[in-house]
Each structure stands twice: as C-alpha cells, then as structure tokens.
C-alpha cells in the first residue's frame, strides 16, 4: 500500500532531488497523497507525462515504478509547462510555490493549477509569489474522494480568467465528470469550501446515524431507500454500494483514516474562516466542527470498518419499486 503524505510535515518538501531517465514530463505534479495519488493515476492512464513530487519515499517508488520521473523537490518542476498543487494545506501550498519560483525561467509561463482545497487569500498569495516570473495561476479544487479520483468522476471547481480555465479544459477532462467556472481567481475554492461544510458534515452524519440503525436491528440497506425517497437523501444514499467502498477504502488502517479526518477538519476550520471573513454568524458549523476535532481517530476507524460490513446485510430485505 502507498504511503499517505502526512498533512503536518511540511518540511521534507526541501530534501534531495532523485530523478531517473524518463521521457520528458509535460506535467509537475507536486503531492500525490491519498487523492492525488489516484488523480495523478488517472492522467497517466490517459497518456500524460509525469513528473511527481512527494516527500514520500514510498509514493516515489510507486510512481517510479509506473515509468514517472520522480522527485522530493518542487523546484525540479519549474521546467514542466503545466505545474499541479495538491499538497494537503495551506502551509505546504505557500512553501512549495516559495521553493518553486526561483528555480523558474524569466521566459517561461507555465500554467499552474492549485488544486488543493485551501484559502481563497492563500491563493492569491501563492499568484503573487509566483508573478513575477510569468506564472499563470487558476484555482482548481476538486470533490468525490479517492475511488472517483480514480476514475476520473471528480467535480471541479475552477476559478481565474476564463481564457487559462479553457487552455486547462482538456486536463480537467481527464480527471472529472463535471468541472465548473466559478468566476474570479479564488471563487473555485470558496465554493469548494461551501460544498465541502455540507458535504464532510453529511458524511459523518450519515455514518452516525447508520451506526444507529444497526444498533438498533434495522435493515440498512431498506434504511437507504427510506432516505433516498426522503428528506434524508444525501450522497451516500444516492449509492449505497459506493459508499460502502468508500467506507472500506477510508479504513484500510489508522493512517488511511486519519489522512481523511485530518482533511475534512481542515475542511470545516476553512468554512468557519470563510464564516468569520465574511461577518456571518455560524454556531452549527462551529459545533460540528468541534464535535468532529473531538472524536478520536480510532472511533471513526471502527465506525466506517463497521459499516463496510454491514452494509452487506439486506435482513430480508424485499425490493422496492418506483411508483
């Protein structure tokens, strides 16, 4: 199993550089963690040329396995015409921009997509770190998790100037089913954001409230239909079978879990940033994030193993048809 890039240690982005004879990458993907990994997969599935950078020795063996060109410093990526971010915060973002830029040609203007889920502000920071040599900045945040990362059916939510969203098109094509122009540099991750206080919010939810029901000797599978014809429809009741998946591949281990609870914590601190930026008062949001920063990684691990499993049971379930 590939190694999961912790989201706090920032600092192994400044070790020595390891590059085999590869053909030449048109595309420096900078942080193949627990969804990059997948989306990188996925681009050379379709015919792109690689150049990963990840901390992890694991994650380069594994992508140096696949014929990439590998390395553990972003700076080797300033001759790739399309530059990817997806590190895992906003801290990791800012230090590989600032490792990246002077390694830049004053001539060069590659297109770099910030795909990591962060700030808006730290957006155009990094734009700004990377001006002055040409850079040509979007923001592209992407949602669905790691199995449609795979199969390329994420959603992305792209913000900057529409001509650089439409040079990025055939790109984002590869890794997703629906990819949205939000507006102005910054609007894709604010509306990720948005997205994301829902949807992490549900999905833990949701696992709750399933937990419940087999505690209580409820037919699962029939509970998702009751919700999926109620007001209780959400995405794990649009696909039950995917969720499941989803379940069981977020709980390989302690490690696979807690790199999905860091980031969706990450996640909602982002939103109460947005809330607080914006002067809106958000006490639900505030509580939930509490509760979740609350919950012990093992907890979660157990819960999502456990309805893995369960899931499978129908109880006699009978089929439900449409009316």
Not at 171 to 186: E, P, Q, R, V
Request: charged letters at 20%; proline letters at 5%; aromatic letters at 4%.
């Amino acid at each position: 199993m590939r190694d999961r890039t912790s989201s706090s240690d920032i600092s192994r982005y400044k070790a020595v550089t390891i590059l085999p004879s590869t053909p030449s990458p048109d595309i420096g993907f900078i942080g193949a963690g627990s969804i990059g990994a997948p989306m990188a997969e996925r681009l050379l599935e379709r015919g792109r040329k690689l150049l990963i950078c990840d901390p992890s020795p694991g994650v380069r063996t594994h992508f140096e396995a696949l014929g990439c060109a590998v390395t553990d410093t972003a700076a080797d990526c300033a001759f790739c015409p399309t530059i990817i971010f997806m590190v895992a915060n906003d801290e990791q973002l800012c230090m590989a921009a600032a490792a990246l830029a002077p390694a830049l040609e004053p001539a060069a203007t590659p297109l770099v997509l910030v795909m990591s889920t962060v700030l808006p502000e730290t957006v155009h920071t990094v734009a700004g770190q990377l001006a002055g040599s040409g850079v040509r900045v979007i923001d592209a945040p992407v949602s669905g998790g790691s199995i449609k990362a795979r199969d390329g059916e994420l959603s992305i939510m792209v913000g900057g100037d529409e001509n650089l969203f439409n040079e990025a098109r055939p790109l984002l094509n590869d890794l997703a089913a629906s990819i949205f122009h939000c507006g102005a540099l910054g609007s894709g991750e604010t509306m990720k954001i948005l997205n994301n206080l829902v949807g992490v919010t549900n999905l833990f939810l949701f696992s709750e409230a399933m937990r419940i029901a087999g505690a209580l000797g409820l037919d699962l599978p029939r509970l998702v239909d009751v919700m999926e014809r109620s007001s209780g429809r959400n995405a794990g009741t649009r696909d039950w079978e995917a969720r499941k998946k989803l379940f069981a591949w977020n709980s390989i281990d302690l490690a696979a879990s807690k790199a999905v609870v860091d980031v969706t914590r990450k996640d909602l601190r982002h939103a109460i940033a947005l809330a607080q930026a914006s002067g809106t008062a958000a006490p639900i949001l505030e509580a939930v994030a509490a509760a979740h920063d609350a919950t012990p990684y093992e907890a979660i691990l157990d819960r999502w193993r456990t309805l893995a499993s369960d899931g499978e049971q129908t109880h006699g379930r009978d089929k439900v048809t449409e009316e």
